[in-house]
Structure formats: C-alpha cells, structure tokens
C-alpha cells in the first residue's frame, strides 16, 4: 500500500509542547514563535522532519500556521479543514482562526503587544509572508525576529532525518522537451526580467526544468534541492549526491554544476558581492534567501518563479500522456466502482474501499503496461458524515462502513509516469433521500457548467468560478473551496499558478491542467464533490462570434451514479453534455474492460431518456 492508516498525531500532546516551546522562548527572549505548515520550499507535500505544525499542534492538514504566544496560542486554516481541525487539536490549549479571513498577519495588527518580539524561521516563510508580517507588527509597534534557528526542532527530540531517495531521468518521451531547452529558456526568461541570476525554490520548478523525478516526499515525485538558473546559461544545482544514482549523476553534470545543499548560501552570498540581480519569487522564495542576497551586498529583483508558467502550460507530449493515463485510470475506476455496486450495504468500510481502489490502480497499470508509480495524494474515503469533512484521511480509530441510505465520497488520485491523476466521485449506498438527489444534481449542474464553458483568451480563474456555483447559489447553497486547481504531469496533484477560485487570479492559457470540482457538505450526515480533471484548449471558432476563445477538454473517463442524477434539474444542454459525457466514456474505458466490468459500464453509461 501506498498509504497508510495509521493516526499520524496526538492532539493530547500539545500542551506539553507548546509549554516546551514557551520554555525555549522565554530562554531566547521572544514573545512568540510562528510555525507555518511549510518547508524551506513552501511546498504543500513536506517530508516528515518537516512536519513541525503536526508534531506541534496534532493538526494533519496541507495548509495551516500556529502562532504561540506567552499565554495564549492559535491555528490558522481555511475553510477545507474547519471540521478537522476541531478533532485534532486540544481546544484547552489552541483556539482557531480563519487562515484566509484572519490570517497570521492580520491577527497580529489587531492583538500583537507594544515591544513584542515575536520569532520566526525565516528559511520557512517567503518574503511576501515576511513583508506582511514585518508591516503588522510595525504598526503595532513590535518587532519580527528572524532565528538562526528553529526552537521546534530543538524541542522535537526524535525528529526524523531528511529524506534522501532516488532520482530518476524523466524521459524525453513523457517531457516533451530536452531539459537544455527548457534551462535555455529560461535563462533568456531571467535576463529579460532584469536579473542575472533566478533561485528556483520550488521542486517541481527544478523537476520540470531539468526532467528529473526524486521520491522525497510522500505522494509527489520530487526531489528537495535548489537551482540558480544564470542568464549567462550558467547554472547550479543544489542537491545531495547521495541521492543521485551514477547514470543521474552524469546526466545533471552536462546541464548544471553540482553542488552540495550546504554550498547555497555561500555561493549565492558570493554572487551578490560580485553585484548579482537575483529574482525571487515573493510567493515561493524564503525570506532567508533575500537576506543572504542583500546581506551580501546584491539585489533582490521579485519575479515570478520563471519554470511555473511553462510548467503549467503542457506540451503535446505531456497531454498525450495525460489522456493515456486517465484512461487507464479510468479502466480502474470502473472496476472499483462496479464492484463498490456490488457490495451488500454495510459490508464494506472506508479503509476496505480505499485499499480496494489502490489495487484497482496497480492491477490496471499493470495489465496496460504504464505500472502505478504511487497514488497522487492520501485517498479521501469517507461514508456518511465523514464525507462532509473535506479533507477527511480515514485512519483505524474513524474507520466507519459504508451504511445502508448514505452517501460515500471517494477523492483520490493516482501516480503514472505518463501524468498524475485526481478523480472524485459521490456513490449512494442503497437508495438515496430526495435532498441526496437534488443536491447532488445542484453540483453536477456546476462542473457540467464548467465543462461546456467558451471564454475569450486572458480569462482567469476567478472570472468563471462563479459558474460552478450558480445552481447551488440559486437554492442557497454553496460549499467553502475552490473550485479547481491546477495539476502537474508526473508531479504535484495541486499545481500552481492557474485554479478556479475566487482568488484564481492567474491567466488560464492552452495547455494548462485543472481539476473541475464543485460540492456541498452538510455537517454531521454527509458529503457530495464532483471531480474532473480538464485542459484548457483553443476552442473551435464559433458562427458569427467575433472572438478566439478557449475551452476544456474533459480528461477523466469515469460514470457518475445514475441513482443519484435527477435529469427534470438539468437543462437540456446539460442533459446532452450528460450523455455524450457516458457515451465517450464508454467508448474510450470500454475496450480496456472485459466480463462483468465491460458489461457494467455499458449499463452505467447508457443514456438518459428525454423527459
């Protein structure tokens, strides 16, 4: 198994650590210490010595921050993780804010104390996030105060060693492009912005940039390092040799000097005193990176990540892979699904059906030849109430069965070298309520929305996020999440800069991959999502239109549960989306099938008649 189930915190431990922390602070003269769910790279997938604010808090969620102060201490998260992080914190020693409404920042305008000095790593924060909170405090007259180190980890006495696993060429036929072509542009990308010098900090930046896949954290093929990418053509790569296999080596010797993680600061302090402009991105970048360079006597130029907009933007190679591997994916859906149909109410449980999907995938990788390389993130597999928590990891102590009458909401994703995967889909266990039906035809309506839509180039994220929403909106509903992001190819399952969000503020261009992924929870009974994964493309010229526009090519192949589906909600236009959506399902998973899956599909994909 790729995952496991296992409870992986102890709320009941946090007031013992947060007093251990609170011990180390007063030692060090800080008023407070903020701990961020972050790594050195801001990614959301860290490795387990990273994983201070679980250890600090019990909270296991992707996103978050913890601010401890002398007599009282917070957790920041958004909306996905409100019902969870009740659960996995102790409410005697944390209270919660709303990372989005009320974050760290924000908090800190408001209550931060005259001459307080609140600590921070800042190796763990970007300069943006430091810029924010250097500007909060300064109007409350209190200071910020970088530590040369981290008081978690002189606390957190069996933290674990940094990962150090294998790397992997990631081959020109799944690429697209050789990696001296991409470094290529990039340099003409950096001198154009006016810097001599970018620091990639981002993993998949350098992945992408140099076609390499590594295995340091869970679920994501990355390996942790850094680049400095010279608009000379000069470049270097920061990563420990010890994962570097000999053929690797000698690969990443032809594209970039090779040097110890160690050498960065160093080097990139030998830069700036030769007068180096360096770009960081404000959004990815440590703070820590922009003091070496402007302690060192450079400039710092703030630019976008220049890796993340060619990444987002897939090749041909990189789509053709992804079609081929959400149709494989979709060959194991089908099977999980049929024989989810099958099993009598009650007899199965979350962790029975997450272990079941799991070998779905590595039985359909096998036999179409492309082997499951890992599943894309931990399966969300939540029955009844526990599919309304939206993050929701099913562990031994909640695992509950699939209940006769409820609602079971399966997330999950899958890992191919060919393209990374993330499906959702929402099946009715025996028969469902009237409110399960049109609640879940209110969200179907939103992604089918999303699906058909034509809009004209430079159309954002947040300019059609609203479309996912309308239905639910008009009957008064709504649900507390984006409504898509973005995905790599054979890399992170969320992928920035496009989303469709309220705050997808990033241009959507050709090529780019989202997830398309409209809900509705009700606490405490259950959880609807939709989920697709889709790729902006040129759409066909529309008769007597006077602009170009874009469109979305639907890459997952998988039914959706007819039981569930009132077709008298749909418009008609929705309704034959609905039909040509399961007939080319049928057509494309079909032929991959055989016996009783083949058979299934056919009756799951039949059409709907007109009413």
């Given amino acids: 198994m790729f995952q496991s189930f296992d409870v992986r915190s102890d709320p009941s431990q946090g007031a013992a650590r947060v007093a251990a922390l609170r011990k180390w602070m007063a030692e060090h003269d800080v008023d407070g210490f903020l701990v961020p769910r972050a790594d050195e790279h801001q990614g959301e997938y860290v490795a387990a010595r990273s994983e201070r604010l679980q250890w600090l808090t019990g909270f296991t969620g992707s996103a978050g ?120 542009r990039l340099a003409d990308d950096v001198a154009a912005s006016g810097a001599t010098h970018a620091v990639l900090t981002d993993p998949a930046s350098i992945a992408w940039a140099f076609n390499i896949r590594g295995g340091d954290v869970p679920h994501t093929p990355l390996a942790l390092g850094f680049a400095i990418i010279g608009a000379d053509g000069r470049h270097y790569l920061f990563m420990d040799k010890r994962k570097l296999p000999m053929e690797t080596e000698a690969y990443l010797t032809q594209l970039a000097e090779l040097l110890p993680p ?93 272990t079941a999907l799991e070998t779905a995938r590595r039985v359909a990788g096998e036999n179409l030849q492309m082997p499951l390389r890992d599943i894309s993130f931990d399966t969300i597999s939540g029955a009844g109430p526990n599919g309304a928590i939206i993050h929701y990891r099913v562990t031994t102590p909640t695992n509950r069965a699939l209940g006769d009458g409820e609602l079971y909401l399966v997330d999950s994703g899958a890992q191919y070298v060919d393209g990374t995967t993330d499906i959702t889909r929402t099946l009715a266990i025996g028969g469902p309520t009237d409110e399960m039906r049109r609640r879940y035809t209110l969200v179907l309506k939103g992604m089918i929305q999303i699906s058909m839509l034509r809009f004209p180039p430079g159309t954002r994220g947040q300019d059609i996020d609203a479309f996912a929403r309308a239905a639910l909106w008009k009957a008064g509903l709504d649900y507390p999440h984006g ?45 609807i999502r939709l989920e697709n994964l889709i790729a902006v493309t040129k759409a066909a010229p529309i008769d007597g239109g006077d602009l170009p526009m874009h469109g979305f090519e639907t890459l997952t192949l998988a039914p959706f549960d007819r039981t569930l589906i009132d077709t008298r909600l749909l418009t008609r236009e929705e309704f034959d989306w609905l039909n040509a959506y399961h007939a080319r399902v049928a057509k494309e998973i079909g032929p991959l099938l055989d016996g009783g899956d083949r058979i299934w599909l056919d009756e799951a994909t039949a059409p709907f008649p007109l009413h």
């Fill in 65 to 184: 921050a913890a601010l401890v102060l002398k007599d009282q201490a917070i957790v920041f998260v958004d909306g996905r993780y409100t019902l969870q992080v009740r659960q996995q914190t102790d409410p005697a020693v944390f209270a919660i804010e709303n990372l989005v409404e009320t974050p760290p920042s924000k908090w800190l305008a408001d209550n931060a104390g005259s001459g307080a000095r609140i600590g921070f790593d800042p190796w763990l924060h970007t300069t943006g996030d430091a810029d924010a909170l250097r500007k909060a405090l300064d109007k409350r007259g209190a200071t910020l105060v970088p530590l040369d180190d981290n008081p978690v980890d002189a606390i957190w006495l069996d933290q674990p060693q940094p990962p150090f696993e294998p790397v992997d060429i990631h081959e020109l036929a799944h690429a697209g492009e050789l990696a001296k072509h991409k470094l290529a």
């Fill in 262 to 354: 160690s050498r960065l600061e160093a080097d990139l302090a030998r830069l700036a005193a030769k007068g180096a402009r360096v770009s960081l991105d404000p959004a990815l970048a440590a703070e820590k990176l922009r003091m070496i360079v402007e302690g060192g006597g450079g400039t710092v130029v703030a630019g976008a990540d220049p890796a993340r907009l060619p990444r987002a933007a897939k090749n041909a190679a990189e789509l053709d892979g992804a079609r081929a591997a959400h149709r494989r994916d979709g060959a194991a859906m089908v099977h999980f699904l049929r024989w989810i149909a099958l099993q009598p109410p009650g007899d199965v449980d979350e962790i029975g059906a997450a």
């Fill in 483 to 527: 409504t898509g992001h973005g995905v790599g190819s054979f890399l992170s399952v969320h992928e920035g800069p496009q989303r469709i969000a309220k705050t997808g503020s990033e241009k959507l261009l050709p090529g780019m991959i989202l997830s398309n992924e409209p809900g509705y929870y009700r606490e405490g009974e259950y959880g």
